[in-house]
């Protein structure tokens, strides 16, 4: 099934699991596939940023891959796609979809300045992979440099037929959520689905600003699904009790660099994953920042009974 | 008194106030001094990135500093001197120093890349200003773009002797703080005060890696001061408690860009200033963000009788 | 008399002379005055990045810009006034209007990205500086790092009426003059003045392309006013003889950041100021670079006898 | 053969030749190989940044490698393994080099900052492809915008025995191989091979510095290697008059973006491939441009009679 606009809920940004000598561990992939059903994931992205897909294998990539299409059945699993060029990117994209993706996301290259710039680039990305598989923007400006304006988004959705969603990760961001969906409530944007990353830092308002949901990747997926679902159901306060209980553990692990050892970390810690391994280049966790996690799961526990380990 | 390495505690990052039309209110300023002497500040900071200074004449960057120097009395000011040349570094610090200020704080140019292009920068500034001149090394990557390891910072301090104080906010930088720490036990490194900044997203564990306190502009600086004094007294569950009552509110005041709009609007909500004026350029709140602000404050108050209105 | 859309011919960049010592050598801006208007400048800018301007007390600033106002006569004086903040920026601007200067010149700051920033950001200039002031847009994306397509620059014209001529330096550019030439053809943008810089590498062409002279500070003036009146005058083969005569040391001078050292050196050399002196922070020449500078004099003595020291 | 610290004289930066419909021209690389051997280049570099390789597929590269290392016999063939992953730099250079390369070159991605980062890169880099693999450093911060010091690659090379070349193409960066070649001198470095890039902008003075020969693609490859003979037979007026003959059309080619385009259109027009074809993205001359070429070229043909077409 192809991903549409009407795409929502929780697409966790999976991690790769590793085992401690640096293999894909696929048994730890299929119990991370049940945490996630179980948390009420209601599609999944592989191969991004935070699951090391420049560290992979291509052979590796297309495993992993087909894994979590198998494992996620009839919801739909997006593909990080992003790559210095077109061939690469090419490749990766018709292997993907010919084995089962809903859909594949790009992130623009970080020397893109211009919004000319900006918008011939997804041009070409699209003439390279084909009009037939939809497509995910990813705005990302705090790791990639770029800075996509409202306005050049929507004409790379009003370009392009087949970008179907938005991943949201400007910082900051609620405004332009505002901006986006006021396109289309002036009818000069086309519908699209728009969930929100930065690693869940502003999920509580991003939802009551209009999004679909959650694209990301901490370490309680569970948490974020309620959110979502929270906010859908109108019951503010309570979505804003429970994003609060999990916000300093979530503000710790959206740390650059360190984030993903946090959230592998929290991960193995829980039993969704063997090992929190990374693969060269990782950074590490101290024994003082684990400590530090430990004392915030603990605090969170107390809050969030569903978080007890 | 001139800043020295034992400075600990809360200094402030003043905001300047400015009248409706864009003058500067200095009535506000004098309310501002109290309001951050009852809160616990042991200093303040003036002329930073969030006090607008690159938007002061000349003669209001002199008055403003004047006034806190006054209202703050035996307590230090320290004064942001960071300019595009030091013909106007030298003039600013010079000025200020006579007038009573107890050191200046100098950022890093962004153009800067290699670990020698950024000691042979603070010794330049050094030469420029004077060796008398009590300085405070600003590390702030996320907006300056200047990436100091702790061995850069260490060389700048033993290379300068007028160098007293680290203001410390690269982000991630918990390690930073454990490595720079580590290097006065080992004994490479002659003691600095470190305060941290990054709007406090991280004091709660920077207090237990060993910073001597805050510097920052959180609209809540009573908050800021007793999280440093609960810390320094053991009292690790009760710092806690309190800076997680904040989070929500802190996390959405650190926003870049938005975020100074957002801390002198909770400003003058909370009487420190008349108005939340800013001179431009400025970001202004949406009527949508300023409802966002007030719940997250009418939550705040559930937690922090002082937060009530 | 004010900056217009016809300005045309060369506009020398004027680096500012110094003593040994560091003092600003009024001398030697007699004598660079006297020398740029044999050399057959039409006008000259001061104050620019290769001037030196930030290293400049304020009163030095108006010093030097005074006396190039009072020695070019009728001719235009164009006064850069980039800074970090309006305020700055709006007081050196009406004080140098005031004195007698032709019109002002406004770099984007490094920080902005997206067009809507850029034509923002000229907006806000404009309003702080005042509608009555002439000005001119740098478009020098190698060093400032912001990149302007020709349709920001036609909308920063169109919006702004005080905006007479764009000081081109993008890298590579003939095209880039070739669309704002078509953009006044197609009647889309009036017409402004537009000088090159970049040191001059690429005057040759640029001329070819349709632009008004040359704002550039390259240390034989009198060859880059040849240029332009040859190539105006049709004698195409002429002023390439001429050019590429130059164009080995031109190349040598327009290094980044020992740039500036050359470009003293050899106006040293000939005369034009007294010392090659810069306020730190400044690159030096070597005693090899001297060497390298001097046989590059030799051979250029060679082709151009004007050029024999 | 291996690649070590003895290799000199010229390596060009192959580009990689396509079909007007964009495949890949095996019968161009053929008569490339040719050329470059008749106008005597002593090693050949392929899959650099000129060499268009982020668009090729991972058999094509394989396949291009080949063919250069059949028709080059001997000679070293080095190739470009940068990736923005070790596992594909691992992949690709394990696989040149058991089908016959050299060495590889690795340049450092453009998120790198510090002096510790730069450094590590390389160890885990060396450690991703194997310690038994001589690599090339490419140190060309115009483009990468990172910026290596002196002692950086100094410690790069200290660090890692495999390291055998640099490939220096800083802007500006003559004192950069003289600081390097007296690292040399006082033994605090091992000999490496410098060949230089930059288009070839300053191999004139280059040469004079020290360096061992030129590793840049210039469209007039016979040019480059008789300056760097002209320069080591000690016949200095001569190479800089021969150098000087071709600097008008060698600057015009350097030019950012555009630059391969002119280069591949001159080859064309010599013959040394069948089509100025490139895959996308890329840039396209336009009819005043390739006019501003022809006119090049013809001037040129007055000063060398080897470039007449």
Not at 139 to 166: F, G, H, W
Not at 202 to 209: A, G, H, I, S, T
Not at 274 to 293: C, H, I, N
Request: hydrophobic share 45%; proline share 6%.
């Amino acid at each position: 099934m192809l991903l549409d606009p009407t795409a929502a809920g929780l697409f966790p940004i999976a991690p790769t699991p590793f085992t401690p000598d640096g293999a894909v561990d696929h048994g730890s992939v299929d119990t991370l596939i049940t945490r996630y059903l179980t948390a009420g994931a209601t599609g999944v992205t592989v191969l991004g940023i935070m699951g090391e897909a420049p560290k992979l294998e291509p052979d590796e990539s297309l495993a992993i891959t087909a894994r979590f299409i198998d494992g996620f059945g009839k919801l739909p699993v997006i593909v990080g796609v992003s790559a210095p060029g077109f061939a690469a990117m090419r490749a990766l994209a018709r292997a993907v979809m010919e084995r089962g993706a809903a859909g594949v996301m790009i992130a623009p290259p970080p020397a893109l300045r211009t919004d000319d710039q900006i918008t011939g680039y997804y041009r070409q990305a699209v003439e390279a992979i084909g009009t037939d598989i939809p497509f995910v923007i990813q705005d990302y400006p705090l790791t990639l440099t770029v800075q996509m304006t409202p306005k050049v988004i929507r004409q790379i959705v009003q370009e392009n037929a087949s970008c179907v969603m938005l991943k949201h990760e400007d910082w900051p961001g609620l405004e332009k959520i505002s901006a986006l969906r006021g396109f289309q409530k002036d009818g000069s944007l086309r519908p699209i689905s728009i969930l929100t990353g930065n690693g869940g830092l502003f999920l509580d308002f991003e939802m009551e600003r209009g999004v679909d949901g959650a694209m990301t990747g901490y370490a309680f997926p569970e948490m974020l699904a309620d959110v979502v679902q929270l906010q859908k159901g109108g019951r503010r306060d309570e979505a804003h009790d429970l994003f609060d209980a999990h916000l300093p553990l979530l503000r710790y692990e959206q740390q650059q660099g360190v984030g993903l050892a946090v959230r592998k970390y929290v991960m193995m810690r829980r039993g969704f994953i063997a090992s929190d391994a990374q693969r060269k280049p990782g950074a590490a966790l101290s024994a003082t920042a684990k400590a530090e996690v430990e004392y915030l799961l603990a605090r969170l526990a107390k809050h969030d009974e569903r978080a007890r380990l």
